[in-house]
């Protein structure tokens, strides 16, 4: 059964773009009685499915694999159009009310099509994985490397490129090098407006995505069943 997706995907604007990795590797926290754990997407309008519906967009397609696959996770798709490194920053409280097991981070995008400083977005996504460490210590952390446009010069374009393998090493979390891995500069796989993904795009991130999404899930699924089984909370352990 499909659960219940939390759509925060709201179209307040139109502006999202658009090997390593340490993985962490973090055993599942309790949750309140009868509240399953939660894989929260946090992202722009990549993460909300701009221009198609919600079951098109990669998180329900996510959050269909996991029904499939008979893990214990329930999906939120946190993910607004238009939305900034900043202003994830400014949402994350109120989504830590949910029980995190695993945070996807998808921001950057929109600093990198509208130039902002790569340091400020890095000081924002690091605040979020802070804070999301403190409101659910044992949650899982997923960083979604992006790139920035290459018109804005190459000091730039790597200078934002690096803020996400450098994330990802300090806070031993799992890297996907990039959302858009054979979506991005397809016209077949995007919207009229060559930024957005179609329908199509959305499956092809979803198993990218997929890809390194399912073995933490299922070390995490079965670190919990050993926790259950032995009554005792498993230690945190990580894969490199």
Not at 17 to 36: I, K, L
Not at 50 to 66: M, N, S, V
Not at 213 to 227: C, H, I
Request: hydrophobic residues 40%.
């Amino acid at each position: 059964m499909i659960r219940k997706i939390l759509a925060l995907a709201l179209p307040v604007g139109l502006a999202a773009c658009t090997t390593d990795s340490g993985a962490g590797d973090r055993p599942q926290e309790d949750s309140p009685a009868g509240a399953e754990p939660v894989v929260l997407f946090l992202g722009t309008s990549l993460t909300a499915g701009y221009g198609l519906t919600a079951e098109q967009a990669y998180p329900a397609l996510i959050e269909a694999r996991i029904d499939s696959a008979g893990l214990p996770f329930r999906v939120v798709n946190a993910g607004v159009s238009g939305e900034t490194s900043a202003g994830g920053l400014r949402r994350i409280d109120w989504l830590l009310r949910e029980p995190v097991a695993v945070l996807v981070l998808e921001l950057g995008a929109n600093d990198g099509l509208r130039g902002l400083d790569p340091e400020v977005m890095r000081r924002n996504l690091q605040s979020i994985v802070d804070r999301t460490r403190t409101a659910h210590p044992n949650a899982s952390i997923v960083i979604a490397g992006m790139e920035a446009p290459p018109n804005l010069g190459d000091r730039y374009t790597e200078a934002f490129r690096q803020v996400f393998p450098d994330l990802a090493e300090r806070n031993e979390a799992l890297r996907i090098p990039f959302l858009l891995e054979g979506v991005a500069a397809d016209p077949g796989l995007n919207q009229a407006d060559g930024i957005h993904p179609t329908a199509e795009g959305q499956r092809r991130i979803a198993q990218t995505v997929w890809s390194y999404l399912e073995p933490l899930l299922r070390r995490r699924a079965s670190a919990a069943d050993g926790a259950t089984t032995a009554g005792a909370v498993p230690q945190r352990s990580v894969e490199r």
